[in-house]
């Protein structure tokens, strides 16, 4: 008998505990967040903030891309200020705002894929149905691990000061198979980032393996938030824009 559907994502999830508990913490930076066209709190999920634009419909859809905090902060300040842009795109954007920022858990990850997620993908104009993950230094970590378990269940990563290690891989010996490579993985590392030599063995290794990474130093800077400068955000959105050519 195959074990339910909260039992197979939890054992998909329980190494996040493990693969985030290194990354450092990041700071709170005291800028304002931006208003959320939907704000919810699911008796099983996270409470969450939804962006998404008055043009998206249900004929005409707007595809999620799910933000995942890293350690010390849950990055509000950081990812929502782009939401205007997403949406000029067609991508709805899903945050979740915490008060007490540890990382993240296999439980913490279950309410979201199980709780949260289900809801907001019955809200009119949200196509939840891969969606894309967008993750930040531990919140990168918990990208790769959903993606490296069930890869079938997501469009797209994109990894900020990650590191290309995980607990059914490591920058020379990633997950493979078909759709593990149908999943494209752009990645911002910086260049004076401790994981940076691993993006650089990786970025040769992976896509040896057949894997679709494109990994992208940035000159000068170190562990932090990179998607604030014109250059990688002008690749974060050519990459987008390439998705929505995508079926």
């Known amino acids: 008998m195959k074990p339910s559907r909260p039992t197979r994502y939890l054992a998909w999830v329980l190494a996040l505990a493990t693969a985030c508990v290194a990354t ?29 634009s008055g043009e998206a419909t249900p004929e005409h859809p707007h595809r999620l891309i799910i933000w995942l905090h890293p350690t010390g902060t849950d990055g509000l300040t950081l990812v929502e200020p782009l939401a205007g842009a997403f949406a000029d795109q067609g991508f709805a954007l899903l945050t979740f705002p915490r008060e007490q920022v540890e990382g993240w858990s296999g439980a913490e990850a279950n309410r979201m894929m199980l709780g949260t997620l289900p809801e907001v993908a019955r809200v009119p104009g949200v196509d939840a149905e891969r969606p894309i993950l ?11 691990e ?3 378990a069930r890869p079938e269940s997501f469009r797209a990563l994109v990894l900020v000061a990650g590191a290309p290690r995980l607990s059914r891989g490591d920058e020379r010996t990633p997950p493979v198979s078909v759709v593990h490579a149908r999943v494209p993985i752009l ?30 130093k940035v000159p000068g800077q170190g562990h932090t938030w990179l998607l604030s400068r014109p250059h990688e955000q002008r690749a ?12």
Request: glycine share 8%; charged share 15%.
């Open 134 to 144: 967008l993750g930040f230094s531990a919140g990168a970590q918990m990208a790769l």
């Open 24 to 52: 450092p913490p990041v700071p709170r930076t005291p800028v304002e967040a931006a208003t959320p066209t939907r704000t919810g709190a699911p008796t099983n999920g996270l409470p969450y903030r939804l962006f998404v």
């Open 236 to 247: 974060l959105f050519q990459f987008l824009a390439e998705l929505s050519l995508a079926p």
């Open 187 to 216: 990645s911002f590392i910086g260049e004076m980032d401790g994981s940076a030599p691993l993006w650089r063995t990786a970025h040769e290794a992976w896509r040896a393996a057949g894997l679709r990474l494109d990994s992208r």
């Open 146 to 148: 959903l993606w490296a």
